[in-house]
């Protein structure tokens, strides 16, 4: 979730819900987007999430049952996201109470954002559903001009603001994972089928970059690693982008800089960061307490998987603080003491100094509570 997004008030946002009857249902007929109509101030006001601190009241387990519906699943997928926004403490990122790091965007951006990709993420459902008898690898690239789509709807929804970018990629691939897998899903062939989509993209994407500081200094006069590692990405773009004669996302300036794959990394490798998202999620106690759930999942992930986000913002010392704080708060206990609330408090305060703010690691979080609760619509895991 990098960069810009657009300021509204959350006091004028009350606790949300998304009742089935909120998220209506998409029928397509074919893979192109239908429009999405915004709602209004008084509409969004109306949503309600469904309760953080028990949301077996919210969605009770249902009985092991054929193949849920892609509508429904476009309705979890939105749920999901809403849920990852609305969680806090979250250090850094966009809460139901706070900006975080971020003075262009809010909840109420993240609410908009979540019901324009809904069409999206049960397309992406239905899209898998319909290209069983496809490769793998024939999948992703019908996916992502969806994904394109889906990006345009988010930019439209939230005037300019990127909020769901990452998601769009990860939540999607998911989506059409269990499209593609239908009663056969779990945890674990999740991962494995959203992995087969986009084997190799880091290669394809990439393959005219230098990967690392020890191949960009090769390849790149004047490039220094150890000043690398203690220089901010975003002021080393310009140099980079001069250097190699061509512009950069955010994303390949990391890859050139510290040879990290980032999101397409993550997704190659099975989505070990989901998997644990979802394990913690479960250990932490999601079906008594969401919140806190959430907020421990995101600790956990902060202090153990590579962020590039983190990076983006704050370079190799942002992203060591970044490391060091969560361990340190998941040691004292989180929200679970006082002295872990407290620690909480200092890590939200310094990531907000520093502008610090983990999206790859919302996203993952954003991915398991998906995962947690298609496992409880279905019960099928």
Same mark, same amino acid.
């Given at each position: 979730?990098?960069?810009?997004?657009?300021?509204?008030?959350?006091?004028?946002?009350?606790?949300?819900?998304?009742?089935?009857?909120?998220?209506?249902?998409?029928?397509?007929?074919?893979?192109?987007?239908?429009?999405?109509?915004?709602?209004?101030?008084?509409?969004? =006001?109306?949503?309600?999430?469904?309760?953080?601190?028990?949301?077996?009241?919210?969605?009770?387990?249902?009985?092991?049952?054929?193949?849920? =519906?892609?509508?429904?699943?476009?309705?979890?997928?939105?749920?999901?996201?809403?849920?990852?926004? /609305?969680?806090?403490?979250?250090?850094?990122?966009?809460?139901?109470?706070?900006?975080?790091?971020?003075?262009?965007?809010?909840? $109420?951006?993240?609410?908009? =954002? $979540?019901?324009?990709?809904?069409?999206?993420?049960?397309? $992406?459902?239905?899209?898998?559903?319909?290209?069983?008898?496809?490769?793998?690898?024939?999948?992703?690239?019908?996916?992502?001009?969806?994904?394109?789509?889906?990006?345009?709807?988010?930019?439209?929804?939230?005037?300019?603001?990127?909020?769901?970018?990452?998601?769009?990629?990860?939540?999607?691939?998911?989506?059409?994972?269990?499209?593609?897998?239908?009663?056969?899903?779990?945890?674990?062939?999740?991962?494995?089928? $959203?992995?087969?989509?986009?084997?190799?993209?880091?290669?394809?994407?990439?393959?005219?970059?230098?990967?690392?500081?020890? /191949?960009?200094?090769?390849?790149?006069?004047?490039?220094?690693?150890?000043?690398?590692?203690?220089?901010?990405?975003?002021?080393?773009?310009?140099?980079?982008?001069?250097?190699?004669?061509?512009?950069?996302? #955010?994303?390949?300036?990391?890859?050139?800089?510290?040879?990290?794959?980032?999101?397409?990394g993550e997704a190659e490798q099975g989505f070990p960061g989901v998997a644990l998202?979802?394990? =913690?999620?479960?250990?932490?106690?999601?079906?008594?307490?969401?919140?806190?759930?959430?907020?421990?999942?995101?600790?956990?992930?902060?202090?153990?998987?590579?962020?590039?986000?983190?990076?983006?913002?704050?370079?190799?010392?942002?992203?060591?603080?970044?490391?060091?704080?969560?361990?340190?708060?998941?040691?004292?206990?989180?929200?679970?003491?006082?002295?872990?609330?407290?620690?909480?408090?200092?890590?939200?305060? /310094?990531?907000?100094?520093?502008?610090?703010? #983990?999206?790859?690691?919302?996203?993952?979080?954003?991915?398991?509570?998906?995962?947690?609760?298609?496992?409880?619509?279905?019960?099928?895991?």
């Amino acid at each position: 979730m990098p960069e810009s997004r657009h300021a509204l008030s959350s006091s004028a946002m009350p606790d949300m819900a998304l009742p089935a009857s909120a998220l209506l249902s998409v029928s397509m007929p074919s893979f192109t987007m239908p429009p999405v109509a915004m709602p209004s101030s008084a509409a969004l =006001s109306a949503v309600v999430l469904p309760g953080l601190k028990n949301l077996r009241a919210c969605a009770p387990r249902r009985q092991k049952s054929s193949s849920l =519906s892609s509508a429904r699943v476009g309705e979890l997928a939105v749920r999901a996201a809403i849920l990852e926004a /609305a969680a806090g403490p979250k250090p850094g990122l966009v809460c139901r109470d706070s900006q975080g790091a971020h003075k262009d965007m809010d909840y $109420a951006t993240f609410v908009r =954002s $979540a019901l324009a990709l809904q069409g999206y993420f049960t397309q $992406a459902h239905a899209l898998g559903s319909a290209t069983t008898a496809l490769e793998s690898g024939a999948v992703f690239p019908r996916l992502r001009a969806l994904g394109l789509k889906a990006e345009h709807d988010m930019f439209a929804a939230t005037n300019g603001v990127n909020t769901h970018k990452g998601l769009v990629f990860s939540l999607g691939l998911f989506c059409a994972a269990l499209g593609r897998l239908g009663n056969a899903a779990n945890v674990q062939a999740l991962c494995r089928t $959203a992995a087969s989509f986009v084997r190799g993209i880091t290669r394809a994407d990439m393959a005219a970059l230098p990967c690392g500081p020890q /191949a960009a200094q090769l390849a790149i006069p004047g490039f220094c690693p150890h000043k690398a590692r203690h220089a901010l990405p975003k002021a080393t773009r310009p140099l980079l982008e001069k250097a190699l004669g061509r512009s950069l996302t #955010p994303g390949e300036v990391i890859y050139v800089m510290y040879g990290m794959r980032g999101v397409r990394g993550e997704a190659e490798q099975g989505f070990p960061g989901v998997a644990l998202a979802c394990h =913690s999620l479960r250990r932490h106690g999601a079906a008594v307490n969401m919140n806190r759930a959430m907020v421990h999942t995101l600790l956990e992930l902060l202090a153990r998987v590579e962020d590039t986000s983190l990076l983006w913002r704050g370079g190799g010392r942002g992203f060591a603080l970044a490391r060091t704080y969560a361990a340190t708060t998941l040691d004292a206990g989180g929200l679970d003491t006082a002295h872990g609330r407290r620690t909480l408090d200092r890590m939200g305060a /310094a990531f907000v100094r520093r502008r610090l703010s #983990p999206g790859g690691c919302a996203d993952m979080l954003a991915t398991g509570v998906f995962l947690h609760l298609l496992g409880r619509d279905s019960g099928h895991f």
